[in-house]
């Protein structure tokens, strides 16, 4: 693999960037520090796998109730259409909060696990986020 030096990043910083946006990733070592640094696009189809699970409970008073499993969150609305929007959006603030506090977060061990999730929210708009989400019935 090839390793670029950190100084020498520095030196070529706006020739580094454009071969890393239209060539490859780049990685980079400082010191003791490994860095993989790469565009969004490419960041995009690493996560592309990722989806979000939802497990779909139809409540007694008709509303519906999607419980997100990979983040923990749970929604209710009126219908699916509705619910499967807001969890969409709460799952956009939640990478946002997330991201915002990274450093006690991505070292939480019940947290860890939701760094692809997060990572693939903040790349993606609420509609792009709403076509990721998986409704599976859940079981009562």
Same mark, same amino acid.
């Given at each position: ?29 400082? +010191?003791?520090?490994?860095?993989? /640094?790469?565009? $969004?696009?490419?960041?995009?189809? &690493?996560? %592309?796998?990722?989806?979000?699970? !939802? ?9 519906? +109730?999607?419980?997100?499993?990979? /983040?923990?969150? $749970?929604?209710?609305?009126?219908? &699916?259409? %509705?619910?499967?929007?807001?969890? !969409? ?52």
């Amino acid at each position: 693999m090839n390793v670029l030096n950190a100084t020498d990043v520095r030196k070529n910083w706006s020739v580094t960037l454009d071969a890393i946006v239209h060539d490859k990733p780049a990685y980079i070592k400082r +010191t003791h520090d490994n860095i993989a /640094l790469m565009d $969004v696009s490419t960041l995009n189809e &690493l996560l %592309a796998g990722y989806k979000y699970t !939802a497990d779909k409970y139809d409540e007694d008073d008709g509303s519906v +109730t999607l419980s997100l499993r990979e /983040l923990d969150i $749970v929604v209710n609305d009126a219908d &699916l259409e %509705a619910t499967k929007r807001r969890l !969409a959006e709460y799952i956009k603030e939640y990478a946002e909060e997330f991201y915002s506090e990274y450093n006690v977060w991505s070292k939480a061990p019940n947290r860890k696990g939701h760094i692809p999730y997060v990572f693939k929210a903040l790349t993606l708009d609420t509609d792009s986020i709403l076509e990721d989400i998986v409704c599976q019935n859940g079981k009562n």
